[in-house]
């Protein structure tokens, strides 16, 4: 077992962009720190009936829901509710949390320009514990910024906690909260010789 903090008393070094795991780069912001309105006006929405049984209370309509958000081929679904209002919030969720795990966007920790969308995010969780509830909807974009900088990192907490000014074990606990992220996390950790953070 791995303790996040075990790593503080070392000093972090940054791997070169070269070294990195390789990752699909999208240009800043980060589509996942996009209002929910704007990323759905950004993504092609796709109707079918529920599949399924249910006899005469069998849903009839076209209320399954598949977005697909183009810029990265990006698709995520919902078809449990009846209603296709419901089924497209609940897909555009998942796809913001697919988009926060499964895209990059260029880090600060490179030195690179923070545009306004994610400098909002950054300002309003920094020096915060990292609590976020999976009904937040902030939790996605924080999530995004977190693995931006965790990626350029080598997959380091302790590289990443003094821009967040919060500590290793927040960082950790946020991305352990959704479990693909997570995995996420280790994979850059494997890539990088480093072992696994549990």
């Known amino acids: 077992m791995v ?41 092609e929405l796709r109707t079918q009936r529920r599949s399924g049984p249910g006899g005469q209370h069998r849903n009839k309509t076209s209320s399954g829901a598949f977005l697909h958000y183009p810029p990265t081929d990006t ?23 697919r988009l926060a795990v499964e895209v990059r966007s260029p880090s600060p920790l490179d030195g690179h320009a923070i545009p306004t969308e994610e400098t909002e995010f950054r300002n309003r969780y920094e020096k915060h514990p990292l609590k976020i509830s999976d009904r937040n909807r902030d939790k996605p974009a924080v999530l995004a910024l977190l693995l931006n900088d965790l990626h350029a990192a080598g997959g380091q907490p302790s590289a990443v906690s003094p821009a967040w000014g919060t500590s290793t074990s927040a960082i950790v606990r946020l991305v352990k909260s959704h479990p693909v992220a997570f995995a996420f996390l280790n994979r850059i950790r494997q890539h990088h010789g480093r072992p696994p953070l549990r």
């Open 3 to 43: 303790d996040s903090s075990a790593e503080s008393h070392v000093p972090p070094e940054i791997p070169v962009a070269s070294q990195r795991l390789p990752v699909v780069i999208h240009a800043a912001p980060h589509p996942a720190t996009l209002s929910p309105d704007k990323l759905l006006k950004s993504c």
């Open 75 to 97: 698709t995520a679904e919902a078809t449990e509710r009846r209603s296709q209002a419901d089924n497209r919030n609940i897909a555009l969720e998942r796809l913001r949390f």
